[in-house]
């Protein structure tokens, strides 16, 4: 019945929204040939004033750096939440051995699996090293290249197996990761500040054009998103992994995962 | 032609909100929040797009070539991902309802009662 009640007050709600998403998408400008100022004067201005390249990642580390601590503080805060909830209801403790389901088949890994991931993923996170160090270069940057080192961590799973994993990628290392990564751009922010100067001005030397070091500061927030991203996103994976684990009290033999 | 970019954006929002009210499994739940955010990249990248303009990355092709808005590109970005943690977040919390009530249906769910 609350069901019916909830569909119905969407229908009404959608015939009346209606023609007023109508009427504001008639006044949005034509599509494709609306220029903002904005975002034309950072493509005039920025490749001359902080000698990088890649326009998205000066917005993001250097023009906008505020903005994106604020986004920065939401990530180590979403990633935060998530590890408390798990780990909360959870308990510290961790055991080796999976949940079996009853009846289900374990599926041993081929050892076509197993090499292939362990080239794969040696590759991938590589790639991802790459994107992050390239940020300010090429399109990249410290939140694509952490997400790629983070799958890189994942795909090591799926060939080396749970127990393997968890000795190769420990979860103090990854909150380290993550709690500093956040502090050293917070740091990066507050420093100026020291030399009299503005929040988040940039203070080093700028480098060359086209260079792999250029853009000063932005290098630096650079590295420290890129840490922080590849660190919350393989904790995330690995506080959900933890939930598949059986309590300590059952004491099953094997590796599993 | 020109409206479509909007309507697109519209759509998918109101699909999302759709999925989300008729949801019955709060995976699908958190799916469907996911479909309508991804509206919002739709829209930006829609508003800052621009005809016979290149990426605004000025490596290969000298800066002052035309190039689209960067700035809702760096807004999109940082979209993605805060929603993909925003997302790990949800399905935490979907885990502990449905160790708490034993139940993953929204419409099932009641408040929560101490002791109860």
Redesign the interface.
Known sequence: M??RW??A??AVS?VALLPA?WS???A?P???????P???A???VV??ARHV????????FDL?GL??LG?ES??LC??T??VV??RG?RGEETSGSAIRLPGRAIAQRSDATILICRFAATLLFFFGVYVALHGL???G?G??GG?VIASALLLLYLGEGYAHWRSIVRGRVLSVLEGAGALLFVLVGLIPLAFGKAAFQNILPLGTF?DLYAGGTMVVVNAAVACA?AG??TL?LL??ME?TRAPETETEPGEGG | ???????VA?WLF?VG??GV??SRHYVHLVGCLSVCQSATYVLLL??????NAG?????DHP??TP????????LV??D???G???T??L???V??VQ?LSGSVDP?RLRPLRPNA
């Not at chain 1, 390249?53 to 993001?60: E, F, K, L, Q, Y």
């Not at chain 2, 190039?67 to 760096?74: C, G, M, S, W």
């Open positions: 609350r069901a909830r569909a007050g969407l959608t998403a504001v998408i008639v949005m034509s599509f494709g040939e609306h220029v903002s904005y975002g034309a950072v493509n005039a490749p001359a390249s890649n326009m998205v990642a000066a917005v993001n906008r903005d994106t986004e939401m990530l979403a990633v939440g998530t909830l798990l209801a270069v090429t399109p940057g939140f694509q997400v086209r991203v919350g996103f995330i506080e959900f939930e | 032609m020109s409206v479509l970019p909007w309507c519209a109101a909100i759709y009210v008729t829609a508003v800052g797009f621009h005809w990426p605004p990355i000025f490596y800066p002052g190039a689209v808005d960067p700035v809702v590109q760096a970005l940082t993605i991902v805060i993909a943690t925003v790990a977040l399905l935490a919390i885990v502990q160790k419409q």
